[in-house]
Nanobody, 123 residues
Framework: QVQLVESGGGLVQAGGSLRLSCAASGRTDSNYTMGWFRQAPGKEREFVAGISRGGAFTLYGDSVKGRFTISRDNAKNTVYLQMNSLKSEDTAVYFC????????????????WGQGTQVTVSS
């Protein structure tokens, strides 16, 4: 099992940028696929982005395409989410998740989850 800890959330004005980090510990030798999800109050947890084990392949949710970028540094066991051109509708708790081979939108296919980090975008 891998443990995940998110950081980098905060308050930012609309149009601004933030970079989230997700540090993995535990059985990181297995090298996991990783995903970012978000959940706003009263809404379902939504897929934001996913990345393959080696980092060569990425997927994005439609609402963040062209604005967010997922990347990873396997030497540091860390995955990042660079968020640009933030909008008020990006306000949510952001979670990272680890999977075995899957890095798409189906949250049920991820095995481990972090506790989340709050992102608030003021308009």
């Amino acid at each position: 099992q891998v443990q995940l800890v998110e950081s980098g959330g905060g308050l930012v004005q609309a149009g601004g940028s933030l970079r989230l980090s997700c540090a993995a510990s535990g059985r990181t030798d297995s090298n996991y696929t990783m995903g970012w999800f978000r959940q706003a109050p009263g809404k379902e947890r939504e897929f934001v982005a996913g990345i393959s084990r080696g980092g060569a392949f990425t997927l994005y949710g439609d609402s963040v395409k062209g604005r967010f970028t997922i990347s990873r540094d396997n030497a540091k066991n860390t995955v990042y989410l660079q968020m640009n051109s933030l909008k008020s509708e990006d306000t949510a708790v952001y979670f990272c998740a680890a999977g075995q081979t899957y890095f798409g939108f189906d949250k049920a296919k991820y095995n481990s989850w972090g506790q989340g980090t709050q992102v608030t975008v003021s308009s």
